[in-house]
């Protein structure tokens, strides 16, 4: 997602993630929904199979820090766990450096956490306090939509369209497109989503390939890519690849979830940075 995986990375951060495997848009052209209507009534009706989940993965991490010209390169272990519709924890470990990575949230607020000393930051944000057509182009929701377990919000002023072996959902605010949500005609499974700032410029899009059945008619991507992208620039500015594997149904006790999807206490990190509307403020210690 997303608006919606991680809260915005300036220029000040570059990070580009990627797995070996690569991301196959289908080729087969099969007739599309014949209405709006139709189209998301069948992305509800898949979302109403949704179960928490848990899973592991790998993926290789790449980035720079603004003022050096070396690239750093990194693996690390992922292990995630989502509780639908709005909670989500994700975890990257490495060698020497458990909890990495940290990206999750709640109901009420959001948060991720990058903690190798280059770049030692912690963001995090309340939901009330973010204008959802802009600022965060992605944060933990765009992961909840890219698993095909966030909300579909049918009320919403929706319209529809096909381009080849795609169905176009879109999404408007305000008579502006702010989403697009392309999904595969013969098995009308999301395969694209792009999220458009104010100015119709594509600030998000996420990737998503490889479906497995979770559950009973349950299937989420075990591939899945989301990029941002410079508004001065149009190229890719932050991009994560996340390959899931040992996908389960998920049993989440209370206690665990308290532990998962409750904010955390910043501690140890060089920047600490409250998101208001997309924008950064800075904390003290």
């Not at 519709?85 to 990495?100: S, W």
Request: proline fraction near 5%.
């Amino acid at each position: 997602m997303l608006r919606k995986i991680i809260p915005y990375i300036s220029a000040a951060i570059l990070i580009l993630a990627g797995c070996e495997s690569q991301i196959h848009q289908p080729i087969n052209i099969c007739p599309g929904k014949d209405s709006v209507a139709d189209a998301l009534a069948a992305l509800k009706s898949q979302s109403q199979n949704v179960v928490p989940l848990r899973a592991n993965g790998q993926c290789r991490l790449e980035y720079h820090v603004e003022g050096k010209k070396k690239q750093q390169r990194e693996n690390f272990n992922m292990k995630l766990w989502a509780n639908p519709p709005v909670e989500i924890y994700l975890q990257g470990d490495k060698a020497l450096v458990p909890k990495a990575i940290i990206l999750g949230s709640n109901e009420r607020e959001f948060w991720l956490s990058i903690r190798p000393k280059e770049i030692s930051t912690h963001w995090w944000g309340n939901w009330s306090e973010q204008d959802l057509s802009e600022g965060l182009v992605i944060d933990p929701r765009t992961l909840l939509e890219s698993l095909g377990i966030g909300e579909v919000e049918t009320q919403q002023d929706w319209s529809l369209s096909n381009e080849g072996t795609y169905d176009i959902i879109s999404k408007r605010q305000q008579g502006v497109v702010i989403k697009k949500i392309y999904v595969h005609s013969c098995d009308y499974r999301v395969r694209r989503i792009e999220f458009f700032n104010r100015d119709g410029h594509v600030v998000a899009g996420a990737e998503l390939d490889k479906y497995k059945e979770v559950s009973d008619g349950f299937f989420i991507p075990s591939l899945i890519k989301v990029t941002t992208y410079a508004q001065d620039t149009g190229e890719s500015s932050f991009s994560i690849t996340l390959e899931l594997k040992s996908i389960k149904p998920a049993t989440i006790t209370e206690p665990r979830r308290n532990v998962l999807f409750k904010l955390p206490k910043p501690r140890g990190f060089t920047n600490v940075y409250r998101i208001v509307n997309g924008k950064w403020f800075k904390q003290a210690q």
